[in-house]
C-alpha cells in the first residue's frame, strides 16, 4: 500500500486550480489568436478592458458573481467565436472550487425552497375559494357599473330590483 501511495502521491493543491488556470489563458489566447486587444474586445462588448483583464487574470474577488460573471464570460467567448459551452462548463469547475461551501449552501437553500413551493395541483382548497370569491365580486361590480351605466338594455334585466338598480 506505501508502493502504491509513493507511485500516486496525492497533491497538496486542488485539482480545479489547473482548470482555474486553463480558463483564463484559453480566454488569453483566444483573444491574441484574433489579434485583438482588450481595448478593441471591450469596445464591442461593453465591458470594461479592466473587467476583462481580471477574467483573463482570474481575479475572481475584482468581478461580478453569479449570473452577472456568466453573462461577462459569455459574451467575451461569443464575440472570440469560441465554444461557449466548454468555457462556461471551466468557469462552474472554477467557482466551485474557489468557494467550498457553495454547493453546500445551494442544496440548503433547494431544500428550503422545496418546503415554501407546492406542488401542480396541490393548492391548498382556501386559495382556490378565495380566487372563486375575487372572480364573483369582481364580475358583480363590472355587473352594477354596467346597469348603472345603461348599458344593459332593460328587456335584459329580468327582475325589477334589477331595474331598481338604475340611477
Request: net charge neutral; no cysteine.
Amino acid at each position: 500500500m506505501s508502493d502504491l501511495s509513493r507511485q500516486n502521491p496525492q497533491p497538496d493543491v486542488p485539482a480545479a486550480q489547473p482548470e482555474a488556470a486553463a480558463l483564463g489563458h484559453a480566454l488569453r489566447a483566444m483573444r491574441e489568436a484574433r489579434g485583438l486587444t482588450l481595448v478593441e474586445v471591450s469596445a464591442r462588448i461593453k465591458y470594461s478592458p479592466a473587467q476583462l483583464g481580471h477574467l483573463e487574470a482570474e481575479e475572481w474577488s475584482r468581478l461580478p458573481q453569479g449570473a452577472s460573471l456568466r453573462g461577462l464570460v459569455r459574451n467575451y467567448v461569443r464575440y472570440l467565436d469560441g465554444d461557449i459551452d466548454a468555457i462556461l462548463i471551466l468557469l462552474n469547475d472554477v467557482r466551485e472550487a474557489d468557494g467550498p461551501g457553495r454547493s453546500a449552501m445551494r442544496a440548503g437553500v433547494r431544500q428550503k425552497l422545496q418546503h415554501t413551493d407546492l406542488p401542480p395541483g396541490k393548492e391548498p382548497p382556501h386559495r382556490t375559494w378565495a380566487w372563486v370569491l375575487l372572480i364573483l365580486v369582481l364580475l358583480g361590480v363590472v355587473g352594477w357599473y354596467a346597469i348603472d351605466r345603461g348599458w344593459i338594455p332593460d328587456d335584459w334585466l329580468i327582475f325589477d330590483w334589477l331595474k331598481g338598480l338604475r340611477s
